[in-house]
Structure formats: structure tokens, C-alpha cells
């Protein structure tokens, strides 16, 4: 390799002070020759994943479970002879520990070092590492909870875009599951958020989304400090308390998420007599309900997941729980996030399948465009639509002495605006 | 009405959680004047530990809550004084701080990774701290609650505000009622004078963090059943405890905790009332760091060493000078070439894009070397200016603007908001600049960058790669390229800036502000500067980081990740450019080592917050160490030699204090101590021999030599700068000899600290009033005189103070200053009694008074030493009289043969020819 010499001689030329302008004439040189085949990770018995989730961070979520689900799911396939005579070699997963700049990180290392084909599950709130797989085409599935992702070419969640930009439709379930639970959409609505523009965001989606249901929307309140819960949550429901006419509202809607922040202003709620129905996102979580404040707090509340919950006795279901036993452990707790891992990796089975014996990323991605594919596990999904607009479905859990109640099975329901 | 009741009330229980943690953030600043910005994560820590105790262990609350609280927190308390806080009291501001918020990095992370290692290793199965973990209170579960007319407070609340209140109470109780306490407030009022009066200041500070870390626990205890086990939430706990110090001036506990109170109140009242703020997203969030930048602003003029020529964190030698510039130059031109030859022969993509990434981060740090290295300014809101330029560069690619325009604008808006930040910092110094920036890098936080159109709301700004035409930062050996090339361009702006006419007023004012202001350096004008230049480097940082990263999101680089940085860059070394490029490497390469051996996010956190605290013993960073060793061996052989030369030469002058046969021809000195009676006891009370002291590298005294007699006076004159002063703190033992003895009673005690010789019996009135300003006279007093039987016999021998026994000393005048801080001796006359000019600015009818007082000690037998700078009062009093010139007494005889010429000579220096 003639070109090595040249290369290496003007390097010690421009080391000893021959400037920037031969630095870059010389980087010039080797632009060309970078990009892969589409075939890494990929041999005829294996094909190479690995994910990255967020184990740990600073305030305390973790979403380190979806590792257990993808890996419970990749061991049924494998033992069932993987997909066109190859099986997955799963690595495990990253963690992002929720900062941007360790998800690039870990996607840099999962594709340009561990040579991964695709990288299942991503269930990464702040994950920072979408425009570099992208970039590479590097396919990824997952739990799509951030806007900025949908619509990339390689990303792919297992329902759909959860966030869709202004303009698109966004999901009816959760007003039409509450409406049906409660008998009718004619009640009074409460929507409240915290002080951030995501949130914002979020809450304005919930709201036109109730309202469209037929809801009445009588307050939508982002005014919760966002960094911590308020140290006392007495003004903040005071406001709920008088929303409806001077009375509480039917329900309130809380798009906060997580305990310390739903926890208290429920405790709160209750404390100023709050009698209505409260829903959320994010209670389905069995960790909660190790806390016996939380408990109370949370009893009666109706937590929404966009997953047929683990209290179903469907078969799609019970498999997945002997799937998850038997990686995980007889005494296996379960909670949401091994089922979004679970399906985030079905889902990319699935999609290996349509994709054939010829695997490389580009086949991988011309088989994803009108890819559809239903679950009742999961509802339904189908690309490209699903890329910028959420599927649809969810389910109703109800919180109930310290246990959780199937109280909605999931279904799916037409978006609407 | 009932609302508003409601509101203040339930607001008054929070407040009182901010006051007890502001309480011990002001006494542990004000005691050993560390500004503890990781007194958040030591209530974290007790938190975290009472909710392993109680719902890991099963522990009831009530053994548990205490334990906490009551034992963890004083621990914790000692072992940070041990480890780190005792030497930080001597050490740099920069280093102060910075060390501090390594802790707040490292020790929430050292919790957590104590569980992970307590779980993993040994199979406990202990709680991790999830978000659904919620972590319990004090009080019963669960929680109980009552309504009063309309207002409802639960069993938490009420327990909260009890302990508080009991809290509080007990500390006042501490502070006001106790020798503890009251050597506390002496140490925090006087440093100084307080070692003179047998205060340990080290014991003192020792005790000071030990209860500030238990009102942290009380504090962290108490609020987590409302936060939750989230080290974020302390971090804002934090912010809000220090508005309430900061509205106490960092000195007053009880101005401290009523702002503390009134925080909470006012926080609820926004809440409640502030619709108005609906439509700003943020602004209510802040709430506390505006009124914490408000307050800042108001408040806290930096009023320290104003008028002192001491520079605060005066720059290290450069220990390389004596190499020569080629060697210097060598590490960092070889390097960079065998990066490049490595690069484009066998390295691969994954480690030449960690090299990239290791690159930006050190372009990013080449911004603390301009604003910290060479400012001596700590500024936390770097992350704030490098996502603001990303952000605005974003937007304007998004307005069709090409990109070279986009950049400068970006740059541009980093450079205004750096002005911004500049502006407090030209009132304020040190920790208090320090609080302000990270007000207002939380504040672009929380409210700035939430404007939708600003940061694309949670989407961000796509970044294209910037094209070069014939290649593009895709390609990462572009990048890295790129990098070394800016870097290099930084790095000689850098140092064209140390060594231009900027460079030195720079370092002008930042060795000693006022000088520099008197010789006609804009203080203003520099600090703008290095915080411009700053921002626009690390604006410059945060746009290549979007455009690296293909996006750029207002989350990407949240404030606290300017914490790792600080942390980072300075223990590597932030005065020089090569300490940032280590610093990027170190960020890009430990995690991928560390990843080897572990999958824990904590032990990487732990590392880089443990990095901030080595600081305490390395305050110049790793780059200068090996080479500061060094120094020091030339230095300590250096002072050695310097030592013996003296003691060489001053074989005479040990004879000098004795009548002076080789000087005066007349001169035989009433000394009690007879020149052939070495074999009795020597009836000397204090004695200095070839006493050699200094200050750092000066040295003040060159072998000074002087006995004391027990019921003798001596008169210790000279001219402006001889060395009194230095003589009288030598023997005192606020100043450590370098060589020489100083003997109390025959006994050597030159390795005695100060408070324990006080203990001995030697009593300095230091120059000036030596009395404690901020404390009653009662106070003053029973420092030194704990029982009241011997306070009563001082008011009878002072009747004036008597009446005043409950004022401030600080309020008293000049003469009954005097009468206070002599007050103590009257009663327990000590051993010996060394005063420092203790007729400066009195009338001369209280001078007279003051001359009595120390006729009649020496009619107790009292040894006095009595420095003045004007002879003619002393001389009426003295038997003996010494002449100081140059760091040496030149003379010394009995009163008698002082006359006129004598007195002339010695002031012109004529004596020193005569020897």
C-alpha cells in the first residue's frame, strides 16, 4: 500500500509545522472508504444484537428490565431454530445511564466495536445515540418515547411513533379505554403536566385527545416544577379542586411520570377529598408498590399501559410470562418494561422473517417499508405509518389493594385530529 | 383567607426543612470558611441510608431516624474534615470549590454504588433506588391527617416542622448556651485571634462540619418523603438552602434560617398566585434561583481582602522554566503526529471516533483554562453557553441561513451571554461568582432553553456535518483533525493572551484587584474579556458537538454536566491547555477502561468526583505534580542551606540579648537572667532564639533573638517593616518558625500550636483590638474567663464594660476595645504578655491607662513584651529595650542607656555599622 507512505510522511511534515491546510488536504484522502457492507453482525448461523437501555440515573428511573425481555423473547426464537436457520446472538444491553452523550457513546461502541447488525431493545428516554444509527443505518427497535425519533429511517417502535409531531394524528385510547371504564365521555377532564416544553407538549396532545372523545376539558395545568415534586403540593390542587365550577373535576389526567411526582400530588388530592377517577401512564410498575404510602396514594388510580397487561390470560400473554420465567427465574416480579423489550424484539423478529435469507441492512430496511404486523400482545403495527404516528392501543390497569386489576384489555382504536 | 393560611403554613414546614439546611451551610462556611456546595449530597447520603434502614433493613423508624441522623451525620461530618475539608481551609478558592462539587458528583454515587457492591457481592438484597421506591418519612404509614378550620396537614408535615423546630432550637441553644458553641462563633468571628485565645481551630472546625453534616441528615431526612431518594432534588434543595445562606450573608444563622422560612412560604405563594407566570414555561421552577441570583447581586459585594495584597490563589512557579523551550514543546508536538500516523495507518473507526469525542471535550475544557487557569474565576455555566450557541446555530440553519453565519452567530450569542455572566462577576469573587453562575446556567436551563422556537421544543435542530469540500466530519478522522487544529489555534490564543499587556493586567487582577485598580487596570474590562473568550470557545465546543452528534437537543448538555467537566479538566490541570487535553482524553477514556471491569454507571461517577477531591491535596492538577516535586526537593535543600548560613552568622547574636560587650561600650543591661548562671534555672519566661520566619517564600525574620524576664517589661521598637509584628506572632505561634526555638519557661514549645501556648500562658494582644467584633462583651470575655465569678472580678476591676456586657465589642470604642481584649489578663495575669502596638490610635489618657494595667502585671510578675513603633510612651515603662531592623534585633539594653542619639541611630540604621 504505496498511499500509507505518502500518507504518513506529509503527517510528520504537518507535525512539524507544515499547518492546517496539509492536515486537511491529507484527511481528504481517506474520506472516501469509510462505510460497511450491510452485513455486520450478520453470519449464516447468527445474526449480532445488543441494546441499550437506561440502568441507571441520576433521578432514579430505570428501564433496565427491557434487557430480561428482549433476551427472554431472542431465547424462545433461538430455541425454536432462530429465523431462516439463524439465531440471534443477543449481547445484552448498554447503559445510557440517561445522558445523551453515553448513549452515542454506547451506540458508537455496539456498532463500530461489537459489530452489531441492529441494535434491540433501545428503551432509553434521553437517548442520544438516534441520529448516529440512523446515520450509519443501523436498524433499532424499540420504545420510541421521544418525538425527535420518529420518522428516522431506522427506528422502528414496536407502537409506533408514541409522540407524534403537531399536525399528526394522535391516539384516542386512552379517552375511549377511560370513557368505556367510567360508562360514557361525558365528564370532566383535568389535565395536569409539569414546567417543562416536552411535558407541555404531552399534556396539550391528552387534552385534544379527551376533548375530541368528548371530554370537557376544564383545566390543562403545566405549572409542576419538573426537576423535583414540589416540596408541598397544596396550590397545585387547590386549582384541581375548583377547576369544575368551583367542584373537583370527573377525572384528572396526569402526565407526570413517576411515583415522586404522581405519588404526592394523588396523596395531595386526596387529602383536599378528592372523590373522581385519576389516570396515568405510568403506574403500571410493580415497584411501586413496595412503598406503602405509595400504596395508598395510588389506590383506585387507573394506570394506561400501551401493552396487554402481564393480569391478562391470554395465550399470547401467558407465553410471554413462561418466556420470561425461564430467563429470568421462577420468582420473577413483572413489570412493563420487560414486556416493551419483549415486544421490541418480537417485532424485529418478525421483521427478519419478511426480510429472507439475504441479510443485509439494506434488504432489512426495504422489507420494514409495508411491514404490518398485529399482536395481541402489542395491538398492531405497520411502517411507514406507524414511523410518525402512534398505533393506537393500550389497555387499563387498575390499582386495587396493593395489587394490580385488568381492568380494560388492550385494543386498538382509530387516532384521531 | 383559609387559602392563603393554608398556603403559608404548609409552605412554613417546607421552609423549614430549606432552614435547617441553610443553617448548616452557613455555619460550615463561616466556621472554616468552605463554601459546601455538596451539602445537598450529604442529605442525600443520610436519606439514602434511612431508607436502606428502614425499608431494606426493617429497621423501626424511630431507631433508624436517629441513627441517620444522629450518628451517620456527624461521621460523615468528621470523615469529609479528615479526608478533605481540613486541608481545603488552606488551600485555593478555585480548589475549595471545585473539591466540593466533586463531593456532590462523588458521594451520592458512592451511596448507590455501595448498595450495587453491598447486593452484588455480599447477596443482600437492599432496596435499590428506583422510581418507584418511594422512600418513607419520620412519621407513620400511612400517613395520618387533620383538618383545622379549613386547613389540612398531615403526620409528615407535622413531624417535619417539630424536629425543625426542635432542631433549631437545640442549635440555637449549642450555639448561644455553650463553650462549644461559643468557640464556634469566636473561630467564625476572628480565625486568628481565636487560636490566641486557646481556641483549636481545627477541633473547632472539625465540630462545625460535624454538625452542619447532621443539619444536612435532619434536613435530607426529612424531605425525602416529598422528593424522593433523587440526588437531583437534593441538588435543587441545595440551591434553595444557599438563597436562604446568602440572604444570611453566609454569617448569620438566625437571618439564614428566617429566610429559609420565608423561602417556603413564598414558594407556595407562587405556586398558588403566580398564573401569571403560566405562559413563561420555567419561570415558576426557578423561583428559587432567581431569588438566589437576586440575592447574590443585593447582597454579597465581595468585601474580602479589599484593601489585602495577598493574592487568594496566587498562580504556581512554572517548575519548567529551567528546560529548554524545545523540550517543553516536545510532548505536544510528538503526540499529536503519532495520533495522526496512528490514525491513517492501523487505527480503527470506533477508537479514532473516541479520540474525537476526547478532542471536542478537550476544546470544550481549552474554555476553563481561559476563564479558570487564567482568571482564577469559577464559572459552572459552561454547558449552558456551549448548548445556547448549538441551539442558536440550530435555529438559524433552520431560517436558511448558510452555515458560516450560522456559526459566528452561534459563537455570538455564547460571547453576550458570556458578558452576561460577567456582569456579576464583576462584583462578586469567588464562591459567591460561583453560586451566581450556576443560578444562571439553571436558569437557561429551566427557562431559556424551554422556549419552544428556541430549542424545537423536546425535537431539537438537525446539524448537517460541515463540509470541508473535499471531506467531510462524518468521516471522524476528519473530526480529529479538525480538532487538533482548533485546539492548537486556542492553545496560541492562550498564550498570546498570558503573555500580551492583557495577559499581565489579567494576572493583575487577579492577584490583588485593588492594587490593580490603583495602578490604572479595568478589572471590569479583563474579567468581560476572559469570560467572552471563554464562551465563545466553549459555544464553539457545543456546536461542533451538535454537529457531531447530527442533533442538538436543550437536554444534551444540562448544567450539571458543566460539574463533571469543572471537575475533570481542573484535577488534570486547567491553567494550561495541555491539562484540558488530558482532561478530554481522561473523559473519553476512563469510562472505556472502566467498562471492562464493570457495568456500574456509579463507579465512573465516583472516580470523577473522587478526582475533584484529590484536589485538596493537588490543588495545581496532575500535569504539574511530578514536576512540582521536584521543586520542592531544590526548594527544602534551598532553605536548608539558607538555614545554616544563618544560624552561621548569628553565632553572635545569642550573646546579643545579654549585655551587649561586642556593641554598646556602656552597655550592661538589667537581665535578670545572669551571663554566667546557665547551670540555675533560668528565670526567663520567654525566649526566642535565631528565630527565622516568613511568609510562603518570604522570610521575614532572620534569626531573631530576645528574652523576656519574668516581671521585666521589654520594649521591642523599630522602624515600619522591621519585623515586630512577625516577631510577635512568631512567639505567639501563629507564624511557624523555619529554624530557631522559641522557649516558654526554659521548655521548648516551638512546635506547640498557638492555642495550646495561649493555653501555657502567653497572651498576644495582637495589633489592632483583639477582641471578637461579633460577639457581646460578656462573650469576649468568657472565652478566656468560663466561670463568672472571674467575670464578675473583671467588671469590678473595668466598671465600664460591666455596663455594657450584652453590646457587641464592635460596637464599643477604640480605648474600651483595649480595656476588653486586656480585661482577661487583668484577672488571670498570664505567663507572659506580648502586646502589639497597644497604643495605636488611643488618647492618650486611655494610653496611660493601658501603661498602668501592665505596670501592675508586672508587679504580678508577668514577663511583657511591648511593641511599639513610637518609642516615647513605652520607654517611661520599659526596663529593658530591643531595636528591630531588617528581621534582627540589633540592639538591646537596659532603658537607662537609651537616649536620643541612640534612638535616632537605631531608627537610621546606624546601629548595624556599629556591630
Known amino acids: 500500500m504505496p498511499s500509507f507512505r505518502l500518507r504518513s510522511g506529509m503527517f510528520f511534515k504537518s507535525a512539524a509545522g507544515i499547518g492546517l491546510a496539509a492536515l486537511l488536504a491529507a484527511c481528504a484522502t481517506e474520506t472516501a472508504s469509510s462505510g460497511g457492507s450491510g452485513s455486520q453482525g450478520v453470519t449464516d448461523k447468527t445474526v449480532k444484537v445488543a441494546g441499550i437501555v437506561t440502568e441507571t440515573s441520576a433521578i432514579g428511573y430505570s428501564s433496565a428490565e427491557a434487557e430480561l425481555g428482549a433476551r427472554a423473547r431472542f431465547e424462545r426464537a433461538n430455541a425454536e431454530g432462530g429465523v431462516h436457520g439463524r439465531t440471534v446472538e443477543f449481547l445484552g444491553a448498554e447503559d445510557d445511564a440517561m445522558t445523551s452523550a453515553t448513549g452515542v457513546t454506547a451506540a458508537r461502541r455496539l456498532v463500530d466495536k461489537e459489530d452489531v447488525f441492529a441494535v434491540v431493545p433501545v428503551s432509553a428516554p434521553a437517548f442520544g445515540g438516534a441520529e448516529y444509527l440512523d446515520q450509519q443505518k443501523v436498524p433499532w427497535f424499540g420504545w420510541m418515547t421521544n418525538p425527535a425519533w420518529c420518522g428516522l429511517s431506522t427506528a422502528f417502535g414496536f407502537n409506533g411513533c408514541l409522540t407524534p409531531q403537531r399536525g399528526e394524528k394522535i391516539p384516542s385510547w386512552w379517552a375511549a379505554q377511560l370513557g368505556a371504564e367510567l360508562g360514557g365521555t361525558d365528564g370532566s377532564v383535568w389535565v395536569q403536566s409539569t414546567d417543562t416544553s416536552s411535558s407541555k407538549i404531552g399534556a396539550e396532545m391528552i387534552s385534544r385527545s379527551f376533548e375530541a372523545s368528548g371530554f370537557e376539558l376544564v383545566g390543562l395545568s403545566s405549572s409542576v416544577p419538573a426537576a423535583a415534586p414540589p416540596q408541598d403540593w397544596l396550590p397545585y390542587v387547590n386549582k384541581v379542586m375548583e377547576s369544575d365550577g368551583g367542584g373537583p373535576p370527573d377525572v384528572v389526567v396526569s402526565v407526570m411520570s413517576g411515583t415522586k411526582h404522581n405519588g404526592g400530588f394523588y396523596t395531595a388530592l386526596k387529602k383536599a377529598g378528592y372523590k373522581g377517577a385519576i389516570t396515568d401512564a405510568t403506574s403500571y410498575d410493580p415497584k411501586v408498590m413496595a412503598d406503602p404510602q405509595s400504596v395508598a396514594a395510588l389506590e383506585g388510580v387507573y394506570a394506561a399501559p400501551q401493552l396487554e397487561p402481564f393480569e391478562s390470560d391470554i395465550p399470547e400473554i401467558v407465553q410471554m410470562k413462561a418466556d420470561l420465567r425461564k430467563a429470568g427465574g421462577g420468582d420473577l416480579v413483572f413489570s412493563q418494561h420487560m414486556a416493551t423489550g419483549y415486544w421490541a424484539a418480537d417485532v424485529f423478529l418478525k421483521m427478519l422473517e419478511k426480510t429472507g435469507k439475504d441479510l443485509t441492512r439494506e434488504n432489512f430496511l426495504r422489507a420494514a417499508d409495508g411491514f404490518s404486523y398485529e399482536n395481541p400482545g402489542f395491538g398492531r403495527v405497520a411502517y411507514p405509518q406507524n414511523k410518525t404516528q402512534p398505533t393506537g392501543c393500550g389497555a387499563l390497569v387498575r390499582i386495587k389493594g396493593g395489587g394490580f386489576e385488568l381492568a380494560r384489555h388492550l385494543e386498538c382504536f382509530d387516532n384521531v385530529g | ?915
Open chain 2, 1 to 915: 383567607m383559609t387559602e392563603l393560611i393554608g398556603y403559608i403554613l404548609s409552605g412554613l414546614v417546607t421552609g423549614a426543612v430549606f432552614a435547617l439546611m441553610g443553617s448548616g451551610l452557613t455555619l460550615t462556611y463561616a466556621t472554616t470558611g468552605v463554601f459546601n456546595f455538596a451539602h445537598g449530597a450529604v442529605g442525600f447520603v443520610a436519606a439514602l441510608l434511612f431508607f436502606e434502614l428502614t425499608v431494606g433493613a426493617g429497621w423501626p423508624t424511630w431507631i433508624a431516624g436517629p441513627v441517620a441522623v444522629a450518628v451517620a451525620g456527624p461521621l460523615l461530618g468528621y470523615l469529609l474534615h479528615l479526608t478533605m475539608f481540613r486541608r481545603l481551609s488552606s488551600a485555593g478558592e478555585t480548589a475549595q470549590i471545585v473539591a466540593t462539587i466533586g463531593l456532590t458528583i462523588a458521594l451520592p454515587a458512592l451511596g448507590l454504588g455501595a448498595i450495587d457492591l453491598l447486593n452484588g457481592v455480599f447477596g443482600l438484597s437492599l432496596p435499590g433506588v428506583t422510581e418507584g421506591g418511594a422512600a418513607r418519612g419520620l412519621g407513620p404509614r400511612p400517613v395520618e391527617t387533620w383538618e383545622f378550620a379549613g386547613i389540612t396537614l398531615d403526620s409528615d408535615q407535622l413531624i417535619a416542622f417539630t424536629v425543625a423546630a426542635l432542631t433549631a432550637a437545640a442549635l440555637w441553644a449549642l450555639m448561644r448556651r455553650t463553650p462549644l458553641g461559643l468557640r464556634m462563633r469566636a473561630a467564625v468571628d476572628r480565625r486568628t485571634l481565636a487560636e490566641l485565645r486557646g481556641v483549636d481551630v481545627d477541633r473547632a472546625s472539625a465540630q462545625a462540619w460535624m454538625l452542619g453534616s447532621t443539619l444536612a441528615a435532619v434536613a435530607g431526612v426529612l424531605i425525602v418523603p416529598v422528593v424522593g431518594l433523587d440526588s437531583a432534588a437534593f441538588l435543587v434543595l441545595l440551591f434553595t438552602s444557599a438563597t436562604a445562606a446568602v440572604f444570611g450573608r453566609l454569617a448569620s444563622i438566625p437571618v439564614t434560617f428566617a429566610a429559609g422560612l420565608a423561602l417556603g412560604v413564598l414558594q407556595n405563594l407562587v405556586a398558588g398566585y403566580g398564573d401569571f407566570a403560566q405562559d413563561v414555561t420555567g419561570i415558576r421552577t426557578a423561583v428559587p434561583v432567581l431569588l438566589l441570583f437576586a440575592g447574590l447581586l443585593v447582597l454579597n459585594r465581595s468585601r474580602d481582602r479589599v484593601a489585602g495584597s495577598i493574592a487568594e490563589d496566587p498562580p504556581p512557579p512554572d517548575y519548567l522554566a529551567d528546560l529548554p523551550r524545545w523540550r517543553r514543546a516536545l510532548p505536544w508536538g510528538v503526540s499529536p503526529a503519532v495520533l495522526l500516523v496512528w490514525m491513517f495507518t492501523i487505527g480503527d473507526t470506533y477508537w479514532i471516533g473516541v479520540v474525537s469525542q476526547g478532542l471536542l471535550f478537550a476544546l470544550i475544557f481549552c474554555s476553563f483554562v481561559v476563564v479558570t487557569g487564567i482568571g482564577g474565576m469559577v464559572n459552572l455555566a459552561q454547558a449552558a453557553f456551549a448548548t445556547l450557541a448549538a441551539l442558536t446555530v440550530g435555529l438559524a440553519l433552520s431560517k436558511g441561513l448558510p452555515f458560516g453565519l450560522a456559526l459566528v452567530l452561534g459563537i455570538a450569542a455564547a460571547a453576550v451571554a458570556g458578558v452576561v455572566v460577567a456582569l456579576p462577576a464583576l462584583r462578586l469573587g469567588g464562591k459567591v461568582l460561583t453560586l451566581a453562575t450556576l443560578a444562571l446556567a439553571l436558569l437557561a436551563d429551566q427557562v431559556l432553553f424551554q422556549i419552544d422556537g428556541f430549542g424545537n421544543g423536546t425535537l431539537g435542530w438537525q446539524m448537517p456535518a460541515i463540509s470541508l469540500g473535499f471531506a467531510d466530519t462524518n468521516d471522524p478522522r476528519t473530526r480529529v483533525v479538525l480538532l487538533l487544529a482548533l485546539i492548537a489555534l486556542v492553545g496560541l490564543l492562550i498564550r498570546n493572551l498570558e503573555r500580551s499587556a492583557s495577559g499581565r493586567a489579567i494576572l493583575a487582577v487577579r492577584s490583588a484587584p485593588s492594587a490593580a485598580q490603583v495602578i490604572g487596570i479595568s478589572a471590569t474590562r479583563t474579567k468581560i474579556t476572559l469570560f467572552v473568550m471563554s464562551a465563545a470557545i466553549a459555544g464553539l465546543g457545543g456546536v461542533l458537538f451538535g454537529v457531531f452528534n447530527g442533533l442538538i437537543t436543550t437536554t444534551d448538555l444540562p448544567a450539571a454536566t458543566g460539574f463533571v467537566w469543572l471537575a475533570v479538566v481542573v484535577v488534570q490541570g486547567v491553567r494550561r491547555v495541555g491539562g484540558a487535553v488530558l482532561g478530554g482524553m481522561f473523559m473519553v477514556f476512563v469510562p472505556e477502561v472502566l467498562h471492562l471491569f464493570t457495568d456500574s454507571q456509579h463507579v465512573g461517577s465516583i472516580l470523577f468526583g473522587l478526582g475533584g477531591i484529590a484536589l485538596a491535596m493537588h490543588p495545581d492538577g496532575v500535569l504539574s505534580q511530578a514536576a512540582e516535586q521536584r521543586y520542592r526537593r531544590r526548594r527544602e535543600r534551598e532553605q536548608r542551606e539558607l538555614a545554616q548560613a544563618a544560624a552561621a552568622q548569628d553565632v553572635a547574636p545569642l550573646d546579643l540579648a545579654r549585655p551587649s560587650k561586642t556593641e554598646g561600650p556602656s552597655a550592661t543591661v538589667r537581665e535578670p537572667s545572669p551571663a554566667t548562671g546557665e547551670e540555675r534555672a533560668p528565670v526567663e519566661a520567654l525566649r526566642l532564639e535565631g528565630a527565622v520566619a516568613g511568609y510562603g517564600d518570604t522570610t521575614v525574620l532572620r534569626g531573631v533573638d530576645l528574652v523576656v524576664a519574668p516581671g521585666q517589661v521589654v520594649a521591642l521598637l523599630g522602624a515600619n517593616g522591621a519585623g515586630k509584628s512577625t516577631t510577635c506572632l512568631a512567639a505567639a505561634g501563629i507564624v511557624p518558625l523555619t529554624t530557631g526555638r522559641v522557649r516558654l519557661d526554659g521548655a521548648d514549645v516551638t512546635a506547640l500550636p498557638a492555642h495550646r501556648r495561649a493555653g501555657a500562658g502567653v497572651f498576644l494582644a495582637p495589633e489592632g483590638r483583639g477582641v471578637f467584633p461579633g460577639l457581646t462583651v460578656e462573650e469576649n470575655l468568657a472565652l478566656r474567663l468560663p466561670d463568672a465569678a472571674s467575670r464578675a472580678e473583671a467588671y469590678d476591676r473595668l466598671p465600664a464594660l460591666a455596663d455594657r456586657r450584652t453590646i457587641a465589642a464592635g460596637a464599643l470604642s477604640g480605648g474600651e476595645q483595649q480595656m476588653l481584649a486586656l480585661a482577661p489578663a487583668l484577672v488571670r495575669p498570664p505567663r507572659v504578655l506580648i502586646a502589639d502596638e497597644p497604643s495605636l490610635g488611643l488618647a492618650p489618657r486611655v494610653v496611660d491607662q493601658v501603661f498602668e494595667l501592665f505596670d501592675e502585671l508586672r508587679s504580678g510578675g508577668a514577663a511583657l513584651l511591648v511593641v511599639e513603633e513610637k518609642a516615647t510612651g513605652v520607654l517611661a515603662l520599659a526596663d529593658t529595650v530591643a531595636f528591630m531592623r531588617l528581621g534582627r534585633v540589633v540592639w538591646s539594653g537596659a532603658r537607662a542607656e537609651v537616649d536620643d542619639d541612640l534612638l535616632t541611630s537605631a531608627y537610621l540604621g546606624a546601629l548595624e555599622g556599629a556591630r
